[in-house]
């Protein structure tokens, strides 16, 4: 008799944001919408609402360790991905808890959030370069965190190119390089993958109050829920992009003050995925 396969499982590795737009609530209501199984390590609990994170209260490195161990002893996890990791000791135990993890990782190198608090302690970026990006799959910078890693300005598209590709050679992963808070036009991302340069755009979207707190955590938790289903790399890259875009156009109200939070689409994404264009370059 055949054995049955699991339902496809993808695990988050990131903070808690209380006011529910980013960290591992985004991640799980991502990894719903997929119809992917969501689990956790909790890395730190943060006290933030869409417009301001007023503290940081991060986990032990061992409680860390324990979550991701005790969730993969008993649970078929195909994908995982890293978000707010914080420290250098906890990134150490990440790493610890991963290094038997054979399935796809995808490290989102959080490093500041949307108001401007550090997530990552600049103590953390060496360990962070040194021990976790070189077991990732894909990691998925934005602009920032990308002038960060390479050491470069990236102030145009060659700029972004080069930086892509420097991240690529640099730890042996595939990448994309998040162009949503870049001037431009559209919102393009740069992607790598195995010696192939693309380029996806969408038009930009207006956004409601905050409605974009979010997009680069939902983004990369997109990208591992449809790579945990065995979804091939450009139709994942590619529908990660249609949901961020498709979350953005469904905000919905959250305060009397007009904040609003990015939230999942009701239906499918066939029609925002029209939208996303994806070119050789």
Known sequence: MQKKLAFPLAMTIAGSDSGGGA??????RTFSYFRVYGTSAITAVTFQNPLEVTGIEPLSPSAVKEQIQTVMKELSVSAVKTGMLFSEEIIEAVCEALKSFHGALVVDPVMVSTSG??????????????RLLPMASWITPNLSEAEVLTGMKIVSREDGIRATRLCAERWGCSV??????????????????KGELRLFSTPRV???RNSD??????FSAALTALLAKGEEWESAVHQAKAFVTASLLGAVPL?????????????????????????RI
């Open 176 to 193: 994309v390089l998040k162009g949503g808070h870049s001037d431009e036009k559209n919102a393009s991302d740069v992607v790598f993958h």
């Open 23 to 28: 960290g591992v609530q985004a991640d799980l």
């Open 213 to 218: 707190h979010g997009t680069g955590c939902t």
């Open 117 to 130: 608090k550090k997530l990552l302690r600049d103590s953390a970026v060496k360990i962070l370069c040194d």
């Open 206 to 208: 207006e956004v409601r």
């Open 255 to 279: 305060s009397e003050s007009g904040i609003h939070g990015m939230f999942p689409p009701r239906g499918k994404l066939v029609f925002y995925c029209k939208q996303v264009s994806c070119v």
